[in-house]
């Protein structure tokens, strides 16, 4: 794994104590350069989210829509952009015709794994920067937070 050291934010405004949103935000934009430092294809963050969001054994538009907070419009132009690029394909459900089942292709999953390996660098820096066990308790509290 390459080591990714992320690009410079600008400073917060002196005297002020951020709120946890502000900080959320802060730390996604620097997720967001990393990854938008790649080349993928033409391909954006939001891209990603979708793609990230199809299990291995394929979903429908429809529980898209219901995971990522979209309405199935939007998912669906997503959905055709990434099979237009060759990410995803859309077959019909062996076990229901009428149901329409959105996989990854070979490209989608490589195009994944190559996210999250720069996602990873980027996080093995923020460990080398806090310590590996402030970090992996930091995981820990945002994973808990998430999971409500």
Not at 30 to 55: I, T
Not at 95 to 120: F, W
């Amino acid at each position: 794994m390459t080591s990714v050291k992320p690009p410079p934010l600008p400073p917060l405004p002196q005297g002020t104590e951020p709120h946890v949103a502000a900080l959320a935000g802060r730390l996604l934009e620097v997720v967001r350069q990393a990854v938008a430092a790649g080349d993928w294809g033409g391909l954006r963050a939001s891209h990603m989210r979708l793609l990230s969001s199809v299990p291995p054994s394929g979903t429908t538009i429809t529980e898209l829509s219901g995971q990522l907070f979209m309405t199935k419009q939007a998912v669906g132009q997503f959905v055709a952009q990434l099979e237009q690029t060759g990410h995803l394909e859309v077959l019909p459900d062996p076990a229901d015709g009428r149901r329409r089942v959105v996989l990854a292709t070979d490209l989608g999953r490589g195009t994944l794994r190559s996210v999250n390996e720069t996602i990873a660098a980027l996080e093995d820096h923020w460990a080398g920067v806090v310590g590996r066990e402030r970090y992996a308790q930091f995981r820990d509290v945002l994973d808990e937070i998430t999971r409500g």
